[in-house]
């Protein structure tokens, strides 16, 4: 029996709060992992994508997630992509999308699923590959140490065999950790509200940034950031899903609007909305308060949490990057199921790895379409 159609009404219960808290399993090592390698202000990454979540849940009235772009968040971490062109990136994507918006159907129907699905393999076995080379300089023992990472991994295995939010309870243990191994860091803490700087980089970093990452990032944005994540919210609340278009324009809009104050890429996930669901959340409500804390945390603690992050357990912080990866990889098992896509997503993820991101979605384009013109298959059934 479907749903009524029309306005979703919201909530603020225990229920949507829970729910909130669904997709913070990607959120937090992303961004923990991106403020450390590319020097950004947490506070201010903090404070604008909560209020992209607030607007979201305003707009759309349904629990639609607001998530940092994967594969440019994978750039960052593992390729050493820099602050300015990751700001680049984020402007030259948000307005591409806008320009979009109006052929977006024609658009995906271009694209390969296989390679958009041997991006998110590559990039997550690439964050993964990084967490355990971060993860190699550990002592076996010690408040920050390979017996720390164990014990980490199985609490969060554990977690997720159960469908508890568990990230949440282990990132602050962290600081627990911290306070036990470093204790005069949290003596020279000083905080104060974030200092905002309207951000426009040079030429170079929008030339850079356009091939390391608006190209490989922009494929995975409108499959798994608009068709994957309309269709799921059609599924789950019938009648009242969001369209292509909209959504399109809104990850458009959302990063002219953060990126130049300092906040990162952005978008809207199939995965983050299948969190918030499964753990409670039916409404916009969910997400608006979750940008609520948000914002609070990043106005409050911004400061202090950049300090910390100098410092926070890499025990933890490389266990979260493991899960964070294998989540990527887990999301293009259907495409492996067939020869033709095992080889265009494994060719895909094997130049990523091997080289970079930019010149594994080259590759996988040319396998994509040598593959159709052996086998005659169109690189867009998953089934």
Request: glycine letters at 12%.
């Given at each position: 029996?479907?749903?009524?159609?029309?306005p979703v009404?919201f909530?603020?219960?225990?229920?949507?709060?829970s729910?909130?808290?669904?997709?913070l399993?990607?959120?937090?090592?992303?961004v923990?992992a991106?403020t450390?390698?590319?020097?950004?202000?947490?506070?201010?990454v903090?404070?604008m994508?909560?209020?992209?979540?607030?607007?979201?849940g305003?707009?759309?009235?349904?629990?639609?997630?607001?998530?940092p772009m994967k594969?440019?968040?994978?750039?960052?971490?593992?390729?050493?992509?820099?602050?300015?062109e990751?700001?680049?990136a984020g402007i030259?994507?948000?307005?591409?999308l806008?320009?979009?918006?109006?052929?977006?159907d024609?658009?995906?129907?271009?694209?390969?699923?296989f390679v958009v699905?041997?991006?998110?393999?590559?990039?997550?076995?690439?964050?993964?590959?990084k967490?355990?080379?971060?993860?190699?300089?550990?002592?076996g023992?010690?408040w920050?140490?390979?017996?720390?990472?164990?014990?980490v991994?199985?609490?969060l295995?554990?977690?997720?065999?159960?469908?508890?939010?568990?990230l949440?309870?282990?990132?602050?243990?962290?600081?627990?950790?911290?306070?036990?191994d470093q204790?005069?860091v949290?003596?020279e803490l000083t905080?104060?509200?974030?200092?905002?700087?309207?951000t426009i980089?040079?030429w170079w970093?929008?030339?850079?940034?356009?091939?390391?990452?608006?190209l490989?990032q922009?494929?995975?944005t409108?499959?798994?950031?608009v068709?994957?994540?309309?269709a799921?919210s059609?599924?789950y609340f019938?009648?009242?899903?969001?369209?292509p278009?909209?959504?399109?324009?809104?990850?458009?809009l959302?990063?002219?609007?953060?990126?130049?104050?300092?906040?990162?890429?952005m978008c809207?996930?199939?995965?983050?909305l299948?969190?918030h669901?499964?753990f409670?959340?039916?409404t916009?409500?969910?997400v608006i308060?979750?940008g609520g804390?948000?914002?609070?945390?990043?106005?409050?603690f911004g400061?202090a949490?950049?300090?910390?992050?100098?410092?926070?357990?890499i025990s933890?912080?490389?266990?979260?990057l493991?899960?964070?990866?294998?989540?990527l990889?887990?999301?293009?098992?259907?495409?492996?199921?067939?020869?033709r896509?095992?080889?265009?997503?494994?060719?895909t993820?094997a130049v990523i790895?091997?080289?970079?991101?930019?010149?594994?979605?080259?590759?996988g384009?040319?396998?994509?379409?040598?593959?159709?013109?052996?086998?005659?298959g169109n690189?867009?059934?998953?089934s």
């Amino acid at each position: 029996m479907q749903e009524p159609s029309g306005p979703v009404p919201f909530r603020f219960s225990w229920q949507e709060l829970s729910g909130s808290l669904g997709d913070l399993g990607l959120f937090i090592p992303l961004v923990l992992a991106m403020t450390v390698a590319a020097d950004l202000d947490i506070g201010i990454v903090l404070i604008m994508a909560g209020l992209m979540n607030v607007i979201t849940g305003l707009v759309f009235r349904l629990p639609i997630p607001v998530q940092p772009m994967k594969a440019m968040a994978a750039v960052v971490i593992a390729e050493s992509m820099l602050k300015d062109e990751l700001f680049a990136a984020g402007i030259m994507l948000g307005i591409i999308l806008l320009c979009m918006t109006r052929w977006i159907d024609w658009v995906n129907r271009c694209i390969p699923r296989f390679v958009v699905r041997g991006i998110q393999f590559g990039i997550g076995v690439k964050l993964v590959l990084k967490a355990c080379e971060w993860l190699g300089g550990l002592s076996g023992w010690g408040w920050d140490s390979w017996s720390i990472a164990v014990i980490v991994g199985v609490v969060l295995l554990l977690m997720q065999l159960y469908n508890k939010p568990g990230l949440v309870v282990v990132f602050g243990a962290g600081f627990l950790l911290l306070l036990c191994d470093q204790p005069q860091v949290y003596r020279e803490l000083t905080v104060q509200f974030p200092e905002w700087q309207w951000t426009i980089p040079g030429w170079w970093a929008f030339k850079h940034g356009l091939y390391k990452g608006v190209l490989p990032q922009l494929p995975l944005t409108l499959l798994n950031s608009v068709v994957a994540v309309c269709a799921l919210s059609e599924s789950y609340f019938p009648g009242r899903g969001v369209t292509p278009r909209k959504m399109t324009a809104s990850v458009g809009l959302m990063n002219l609007l953060a990126v130049p104050f300092g906040g990162i890429p952005m978008c809207h996930g199939a995965g983050g909305l299948a969190a918030h669901y499964r753990f409670g959340a039916r409404t916009g409500g969910s997400v608006i308060m979750l940008g609520g804390l948000k914002i609070l945390v990043g106005l409050l603690f911004g400061n202090a949490l950049f300090q910390l992050l100098q410092s926070y357990p890499i025990s933890i912080l490389g266990v979260m990057l493991v899960f964070a990866g294998g989540e990527l990889m887990w999301s293009a098992r259907r495409s492996l199921r067939s020869k033709r896509g095992a080889v265009v997503v494994l060719g895909t993820a094997a130049v990523i790895v091997w080289k970079n991101t930019f010149e594994g979605f080259l590759a996988g384009l040319v396998l994509a379409a040598v593959v159709h013109l052996v086998t005659g298959g169109n690189g867009n059934d998953e089934s």
